[in-house]
Nanobody, 131 residues
Framework: VQLVESGPGLVEPSQTLTLICTVS??????????FSWFRESPGKGLEWMVA???????FYLPSPKSRTTVLWDTAKNQITLRLKSVTPEDTAKYYC????????????????????????WGQGIQVTVSS
């Protein structure tokens, strides 16, 4: 499958950032595709944000309290990320990633958040938070 991220390149502080990952090459419901959003900013490396499995169930780490929401639109073959109350520290390149695995729900949290577990990646989208 191919993943393409889209959304605004510039967001004002306190606003909600919405990014879309459009999937092509296969239906997100036909196989066992599980998706995550990552982001990378200078000096911080690649950071996992949220996952959604092939049933549409979202996975969040319990702490800290998440500002993120993930949704899927099976009709459009898209995964949406929403990040509320953004600050300049949310400036980063955001990536959508996927892994085709029936047993994703059995992964430990460390595996679900591990970039090496994901076999498909988008090219990323740069987002800057600034007024």
């Amino acid at each position: 499958v191919q993943l393409v991220e889209s959304g605004p390149g510039l967001v004002e502080p306190s606003q909600t950032l919405t990014l879309i990952c459009t999937v092509s090459g296969d239906s997100i419901t036909r196989n066992h595709y599980n998706f995550s959003w990552f982001r990378e900013s200078p000096g911080k490396g690649l950071e996992w944000m949220v996952a959604i499995d092939y049933t549409g169930a979202a996975f969040y780490l319990p702490s800290p309290k998440s500002r993120t929401t993930v949704l899927w639109d099976t009709a459009k073959n898209q995964i949406t990320l929403r990040l509320k109350s953004v600050t300049p520290e949310d400036t980063a390149k955001y990536y959508c990633a996927a892994v085709n695995d029936l047993y994703f729900d059995n992964y430990t949290p460390d595996r679900k958040t591990d970039q090496d577990e994901y076999e498909f990646w988008g090219q990323g989208i740069q987002v800057t938070v600034s007024s």
